[in-house]
């Protein structure tokens, strides 16, 4: 069956633009995370969504940054004002139910390049 | 603050060896450990899923083991092959549903 599917693959912005990034979860998965992967820090989170619960949104490095699920499915992570340290890779997972027990699976990521 | 640590950062070795990938983490209340592997470019595998309740898990070629009380745990390969070559990443659960990631050992397998 299908994976986690994100899209564009590759964005270029200009500092100071807007940027949306999407995620497709694997069909059927209620948990969802974003996380981000930058040169010197690793891969770290960024939000969780679990079924209708409110988002864990802990790992949100500013308000600048903002994330929606729409219908428990699809959702998309927005970036305002976008900096160049925004510049990564932003990978989204899924996984069957929130529990800690459940393997996470990874899309491919969005590069995102903020010039 | 779970924080977690991989050693080394990078290896190469020929085709056949035997290795060991080593992850330590700092909060022996980890939840599960999960190893992952990453391709250049691409998106994170999930390789093996060791639950706190378990000391280890084998798939293939593949075993890993889990210590909590040492705070540690460790990827072998047998007989390595050069599509092995990736950067593998280990990360844990505790408190939170999210996983914390080790920084990664990017492994060359010769031929």
């Known amino acids: 069956g299908a994976g986690v599917s994100q899209s564009p693959s590759n964005k270029v912005t200009e500092k100071g633009k807007d940027v949306e990034l999407r995620c497709d979860p694997i069909s059927g998965h209620t948990a969802l995370y974003w996380y981000r992967q930058s040169l010197g820090q690793g891969l770290e989170f960024l939000i969780y969504f679990q079924g209708n619960s409110a988002p864990d949104k802990s790992g949100l490095p500013s308000d600048r940054f903002s994330a929606e699920r729409t219908g428990g499915s699809v959702s998309t992570l927005t970036i305002q004002r976008t900096q160049q340290e925004d510049s990564a890779v932003y990978l989204c997972a899924s996984s069957i139910a929130g529990g800690r027990e459940n393997i996470q699976y990874f899309g491919a990521g969005t590069r995102l390049s903020v010039l | 603050k779970q924080e977690v640590t991989q050693i080394p950062a990078a290896l190469s070795v020929p085709e056949g060896e035997n290795l060991v990938l080593n992850c330590s983490f700092t909060?022996?209340?980890?939840?599960?450990l999960q190893w992952f592997r990453q391709d250049p470019g691409k998106g994170l595998t999930s390789l093996l899923l060791?639950?706190?309740?378990?000391r280890e898990q084998t798939s293939g070629r593949l075993n890993a083991s889990l210590d909590k009380s040492s705070g540690r745990s460790t990827l072998y390969i047998a007989a390595s092959q050069p599509g092995d070559s990736a950067t593998y990443l280990c990360a844990g659960h505790t408190g939170r549903r999210a996983l914390t990631f080790g920084s990664g050992t990017r492994l060359q397998v010769q031929p």
């Open positions: 060791i639950q706190s309740s378990q």
């Open positions: 909060d022996s209340a980890i939840y599960n």
